[in-house]
């Protein structure tokens, strides 16, 4: 069963409109982590942010806010007034303290923003 | 400082031929990861080193396919007698190791485009 569902797997917005991107993770773990990467059209892969299982705090970073909901086990990224520069593909990520060091990525959704 | 460097950063080369991707991780960095990413598709784990060990090798594809740690630092990748469905992106990332289990974020490298004729 795949541990990370990133049911979306394109998505295409008009500049300055806000978009959320969608993960669901799966997990028996108490103890875990969370994690959005962001994958640019050059290649390489930026970490955006990790949450750990106990702090369901909500962020906000700028544009970018993140809703971590253990109750139904997501954790979605929300990107508001998008521009250009937001096209990728993001990724969502888990680890597990039960599973030693492993990390299991998502399928990544793409973003495009049209300007 | 420097990232996680991997080389080479393009790689075409023959079926059937050998090759041997190589990552530089973060310096400090225990822990190093191996994915390969195909066209379009997500990030599929292959192994991962902490230290010189490999706990968990369980997304190598087959036997072709090996990978080795020295010193605590530079890793290779190698993929033998390479075939068509070896084309992909080969991505390697690395992490701090603390007490508090894997909490740290992976970072990176840009990744060796491999293509095999």
């Known amino acids: 069963a795949q541990k990370v569902t990133q049911a979306q797997t394109e998505i295409s917005v008009v500049e300055k409109e806000d978009v959320t991107l969608d993960c669901v993770y799966e997990?028996?773990?108490?103890?875990?982590?969370l994690f959005w990467y962001k994958q640019p059209p050059s290649g390489e892969l930026v970490f955006l942010i990790r949450r750990n299982s106990f702090d369901e705090q909500n962020e906000i970073s700028g544009r970018y806010s993140w809703n971590f909901q253990k109750s139904t086990s997501s954790f979605n990224f929300t990107i508001t007034a998008s521009q250009v520069v937001d096209s990728a593909v993001y990724f969502c990520?888990?680890?597990?303290?039960?599973?030693?060091?492993?990390?299991?990525f998502g399928t990544g959704t793409s973003l495009t923003v049209i300007p | 400082g420097a990232g996680v460097s991997q080389s080479p950063s393009n790689k075409v080369t023959e079926k059937g031929k050998d090759v041997e991707l190589r990552c530089d991780p973060i310096?400090?960095?225990?822990?190093l990861y191996w994915y390969r990413q195909s066209l379009g598709q997500g990030l599929e784990f292959l192994i991962y080193f902490q230290g010189n060990s490999a706990p968990d090798k369980s997304g190598l594809p087959s036997d072709r396919f090996s990978a080795e740690r020295t010193g605590g630092s530079v890793s290779t990748l190698t993929i033998q007698r390479t075939q068509q469905e070896d084309s992909a992106v080969y991505l390697c990332?690395?992490?701090?190791?603390?007490?508090?289990?894997?909490?740290?974020?992976?970072?990176f490298g840009d990744g060796t485009r491999l293509s095999i004729l």
């Open positions: 997990t028996r773990d108490t103890t875990y982590y």
């Open positions: 990332a690395s992490s701090r190791l603390t007490g508090a289990g894997p909490s740290q974020p992976q970072h």
């Open positions: 310096s400090g960095h225990t822990a």
């Open positions: 990520a888990l680890s597990e303290e039960g599973t030693g060091n492993q990390f299991y």
